[in-house]
């Protein structure tokens, strides 16, 4: 009531009236707290400061619990002996049957007050009550209408976010200044053990210690229900020093609860003179639980973001051979913020057995490929298809039984399977060591091109049907004789299909024509080049993933 203008005004006016009309020495208005205790709301004639000190509901008189007007001749009323009277008339200030306050007419003189006069308070105080409880309710719906305006706005923040650490800290901040001094965040383990994860504290100056002081506090115990936490008289006594008054403040603690699991508690405090009003706790109690579902989901995305990363790593070579007379140059990029694994991969690897001549028998091979969608589905055809090429390979198979030993792998996953399209081919030493030779066959892919010295640009291949659609499928290689100074670029469909409005990077030959602005650059500049022009097409991030592969004869 006290942060109402209204209510304020319409205390201090009913205190000048009650001394004036009834001619007293002071009067004052004490309100109701929550616990019982009487507190000064308003008071007019009162000499210095006033304090209270325990004075409660429960140490008035029987007249005051039954809602009468009473008097008193001497100091022996509670209410008078804290106010330093020697006699007073009191009325009880009631709202739909509750004791909201008391209002006194104070008088240093013992008698100076009768029942006449105590009657004509009594018809005041009613008056006063009617007037308090409008500016009450008033203030109650503009703090409600703030409330809700504050957990709809937290709501929509904490949605936003699905980085756990930055969760936590939006959390505390904001609790922070609005309901209370200061927030600690704890996080519960998958061992069960409590980690202090944030702390914030409105005077920056005080965090420091604050933390220091939480750390060697106890932590907070198991709780299913918010509720005071005595955790800071815990601390060593030097710590506490350390922390001055902050070692004594008010702290509540509210549970983390998502999904049926406790994840961890929110702490606030406040100073040992400001104790919590009941919209505080009520309105941290439901920001716990809106924080504790934020705070899970973003643990939740966490853990999947770590393993989709792990298994998008396993499914990308671990290293790239070097080839002799050929420069080669990988990029791959996955969508979105790796999340889930994409579909699309590369593989450059040696096929020739250990101990082998150097020179007629080294061979290498070269694969890009994009199976359709995402997620596990697609990784588990992207992991078939990447080792399947390996080990196809290593048992001498030609490019175009690979393909054909891997289509019929695809279509005997059945529902499981997924399209694949797929850039295939073996690279050989040329005679004299002028370049390489490349047998390839593209199963549905886009079509590699190859760039000359003097920027002119051609399609290296001619398209195929792509994997896991057909079965006998009888594919064919070309080949394609690199040399020196020749690049050959191998691209995914990430990069043919960036989309800017209605525009793809492809469309006009628009690959063509960057591709062909290369020229003279190694394959790692070639690479690095059409990686920022994918990048630079459109405004927004990219929808798919990119994978492409550089191969220029030295």
């Not at 201090?12 to 004036?20: P, Q, S, W, Y």
């Not at 609005?178 to 005077?203: E, K, N, P």
């Not at 030097?238 to 699991?261: E, K, S």
Request: aromatic content about 4%.
């Amino acid at each position: 009531m006290l942060r109402s203008p209204a209510a304020r005004e319409a205390l201090e006016g009913a205190v000048t009236t009650v001394r004036d009309a009834l001619d007293a020495d002071a009067a004052a208005v004490l309100l109701t707290e929550r616990d019982g205790r009487l507190v000064l709301g308003a008071a007019a004639g009162l000499p210095g400061e006033v304090r209270l000190g325990e004075l409660s509901v429960v140490n008035l008189g029987p007249d005051a619990r039954a809602g009468s007007p009473w008097v008193s001749s001497d100091n022996s009323d509670p209410i008078a002996a804290a106010l330093r009277a020697r006699s007073l008339a009191a009325a009880p200030l009631e709202a739909q049957g509750r004791l909201t306050g008391v209002v006194v007419a104070l008088s240093s003189t013992p008698g100076r007050f009768d029942e006449a006069t105590a009657a004509r308070l009594g018809r005041i105080a009613d008056e006063m009550s009617l007037n308090l409880e409008k500016a009450r309710v008033g203030e109650l719906e503009r703090s409600w209408r703030g409330w809700l305006s504050f957990v709809a706005e937290a709501s929509d923040l904490l949605a936003g976010t699905l980085d756990q650490e930055r969760t936590m800290a939006l959390v505390a901040q904001l609790v922070v200044p609005r309901l209370s001094t200061w927030c600690a965040v704890y996080t519960v383990a998958d061992s069960g053990a409590a980690r202090l994860a944030y702390v914030w504290h409105a005077d920056e100056t005080r965090a420091d210690a604050l933390r220091e002081l939480l750390e060697h506090a106890d932590m907070v115990p198991p709780m299913d229900s918010p509720g005071p936490w005595h955790g800071l008289a815990t601390a060593p006594p030097d710590v506490r020093a350390a922390a001055g008054t902050t070692a004594a403040d008010h702290a509540y603690a509210f549970p983390l609860i998502a999904r049926g699991r406790r994840i961890g508690t929110i702490v606030i405090g406040r100073p040992p003179g400001d104790r919590f009003p009941r919209s505080a706790i009520e309105l941290a109690e439901e920001l716990s639980r809106r924080a504790a579902l934020a705070v899970d989901n973003a643990r939740l995305y966490s853990e999947q973001t770590t393993m989709s990363s792990a298994l998008q790593r396993s499914l990308l070579p671990p290293a790239i051979p070097d080839i002799p007379g050929l420069e080669v140059a990988v990029v791959y990029e996955p969508a979105g913020e790796g999340s889930e694994v994409g579909g699309d991969f590369y593989d450059v690897f040696e096929t020739a057995g250990p101990g082998a001549p150097t020179a007629a028998s080294a061979r290498w091979r070269f694969a890009i490929g994009d199976v359709c969608g995402t997620g596990p589905q697609a990784a588990a055809v992207t992991g078939l298809a990447r080792h399947a090429l390996r080990i196809l390979a290593a048992e001498n198979l030609s490019v175009p039984d690979v393909l054909a030993r891997l289509n019929r792998l695809i279509l005997a996953e059945g529902e499981r399977g997924r399209l694949l399209t797929l850039l295939h081919g073996e690279i050989a030493p040329r005679p004299r060591r002028d370049g390489v030779s490349i047998k390839l066959a593209s199963a549905g892919h886009p079509p590699p091109l190859i760039l000359d010295p003097d920027g002119r640009v051609t399609e290296a291949s001619s398209p195929q049907p792509l994997l896991g659609v057909f079965d006998g499928v009888d594919f064919r290689t070309e080949t394609v004789q690199l040399k020196r100074g020749q690049v050959l670029l191998c691209v995914t469909d990430g990069v043919t299909e960036r989309r800017s409005g209605a525009r793809l990077l492809g469309d006009g030959h628009g690959l063509e024509r960057l591709l062909s602005g290369c020229t003279g650059l190694s394959a790692g500049a070639v690479a690095a080049r059409i990686q920022r022009a994918v990048r630079d097409f459109g405004p927004e991030p990219s929808g798919d993933d990119v994978a492409l592969i550089v191969l220029r004869a030295s």
